[in-house]
Nanobody
Framework: QVQLVESGGDLVQPGGSLRLSCTAS????????MSWYRQAIGKERELVAR?????????TYADSVRGRFTISRDDAKNTVYLQMNSLKPEDTAVYYC????????????WGQGTQVTVSS
């Protein structure tokens, strides 16, 4: 059974930092591409950052977070991280962890989400 458990969401002031974590189980983590998405109230879910699996570790970022956010992974801990610096009010959203891998077909799994609120 695939499980993705996010943590680290909080209320933070503008300019502050947070680190989100997503710990996975139920699949071969090192083979999966891992991503962070976010969804603000009244908006569609959007890709924030992605890191490839299989030893590739190529990263991709949304233009709105490039240079402020960093995605990384620790395959020994089955965990993906999102370091968020210089946070802005527009970063306020529920952040979701996503795992994507091939097992007969492309499979997508989602965590339950963690709330990030940037406000003074």
């Amino acid at each position: 059974q695939v499980q993705l458990v996010e943590s680290g969401g909080d209320l933070v002031q503008p300019g502050g930092s947070l680190r989100l974590s997503c710990t996975a189980s139920g699949f071969t983590f090192s083979f999966a591409a891992m991503s962070w998405y976010r969804q603000a109230i009244g908006k569609e879910r959007e890709l924030v950052a992605r890191i490839n699996g299989g030893g590739d570790a190529t990263t991709t970022y949304a233009d709105s977070v490039r240079g402020r956010f960093t995605i990384s992974r620790d395959d020994a801990k089955n965990t993906v991280y999102l370091q968020m610096n210089s946070l802005k009010p527009e970063d306020t959203a529920v952040y979701y962890c996503n795992a994507q891998f091939f097992y007969g077909r492309i499979r997508d799994y989602w965590g339950q989400g963690t709330q990030v609120t940037v406000s003074s």
